[in-house]
C-alpha cells in the first residue's frame, strides 16, 4: 500500500495567495483528518470527515479555510487569502474508522507564506 | 474537552539506557484510548503504542512499554535499550471513541536524543 500520499511537500507563497493542499487516504480507509503542525501550538486537529463527510470543523481557524472530501479517494485544503501566521506543517491521516484510533499519517506539507 | 499535556520538551539518554517520557491527560469520558506516537526527523508520524482504558494491564511492545495509572490520568512512556533510530520527537494523544471515529487529541510533543 502506498499510504497516505500528500501533495505538495513543500510550498512557499505570497501573502494573499490561494494555496491548495492535496491528500489522497489509505484505500478502503474511511476517516481522514487534517492536522497543523507548529513550533508554538504543536500538533492541532482542524477537520475531519467520517464517509466524506465532515464531521467536526471546530478545529479550523477561520473562515479563510476551508476543506473537502468529494469522495472517498481524495480531500483538499484550502487557505484563502493566506498569511504568514499560516505557515506551518498541515498532515493528513486516515483511518479504518473502526475506532483503533492508530491514525496513518502522511509526510506532510510544509507551507511558507511570505 | 480532552487535554494532554507533556511536561518535558525535551530529553536525552545515552544509547543502551532506559528513558521515560511523562504525560499526563484529562477527559471526562470513561471509554477512551491513548497513544505514543513518534516522529522521526523525516516528519512522519508513526504509531508507537496503545492502551485501552478499560484494560488494566500496561501495553508493551517490544522496547516500549507504558506506565499507565488510570487514576492519576498519568500515561508515561518508557524506552529500554534506548537505540540511536529511538531519536525523535515523541507525542502522547487521547482518543475518546465516537461512533465510529473520534478526535484524537495530542500534547506538546517531547524531543528524545539518544547519545551514542
Known amino acids: 500500500d502506498a499510504g497516505v500520499i500528500q501533495s505538495p511537500r513543500h510550498e512557499v507563497t505570497e501573502m494573499g495567495q490561494e494555496v491548495t493542499l492535496r491528500c489522497k487516504p489509505i484505500?478502503?480507509?474511511?476517516?481522514l483528518f487534517w492536522y497543523r503542525q507548529t513550533m508554538m501550538r504543536g500538533l492541532e486537529l482542524l477537520i475531519y470527515?467520517?464517509?466524506?463527510?465532515?464531521?467536526?470543523d471546530s478545529g479550523m481557524p477561520e473562515d479563510r479555510f476551508s476543506a473537502k472530501m468529494p469522495n472517498a479517494s481524495f480531500s483538499t485544503l484550502k487557505i484563502q487569502p493566506s498569511e504568514p501566521r499560516d505557515s506551518a506543517v498541515y498532515f493528513c491521516?486516515?483511518?479504518?474508522?473502526?475506532?483503533?484510533?492508530?491514525?496513518?499519517f502522511g509526510e506532510g506539507s510544509r507551507l511558507t507564506v511570505l | 474537552a480532552q487535554t494532554v499535556t507533556q511536561s518535558q520538551p525535551e530529553m536525552s539518554v545515552q544509547e543502551a539506557e532506559t528513558v521515560t517520557l511523562s504525560c499526563t491527560y484529562d477527559?471526562?469520558?470513561?471509554?477512551?484510548?491513548l497513544f505514543w506516537y513518534k516522529q522521526p526527523p523525516s516528519r512522519q508520524m508513526i504509531l508507537v503504542i496503545r492502551?485501552?482504558?478499560?484494560?488494566?494491564q500496561n501495553a508493551t511492545e517490544n522496547r516500549f512499554s507504558v506506565n499507565f495509572q488510570k487514576a492519576a490520568k498519568s500515561f508515561s512512556l518508557k524506552i529500554s535499550d534506548s537505540q540511536l533510530g529511538d531519536t525523535a520527537m515523541y507525542f502522547c494523544?487521547?482518543?475518546?471513541?465516537?461512533?465510529?471515529?473520534?478526535?484524537?487529541?495530542f500534547g506538546q510533543g517531547t524531543t528524545l536524543q539518544v547519545k551514542p
Open positions: 477527559t471526562s469520558e470513561n471509554n477512551y484510548y
Open positions: 491521516a486516515s483511518t479504518p474508522g473502526r475506532n483503533t484510533g492508530e491514525l496513518f
Open positions: 492502551q485501552e482504558a478499560y484494560k488494566q
Open positions: 470527515f467520517n464517509n466524506n463527510v465532515p464531521i467536526d
Open positions: 484505500s478502503g480507509h474511511n476517516s
Open positions: 494523544a487521547s482518543l475518546s471513541p465516537s461512533g465510529n471515529t473520534g478526535k484524537l487529541i
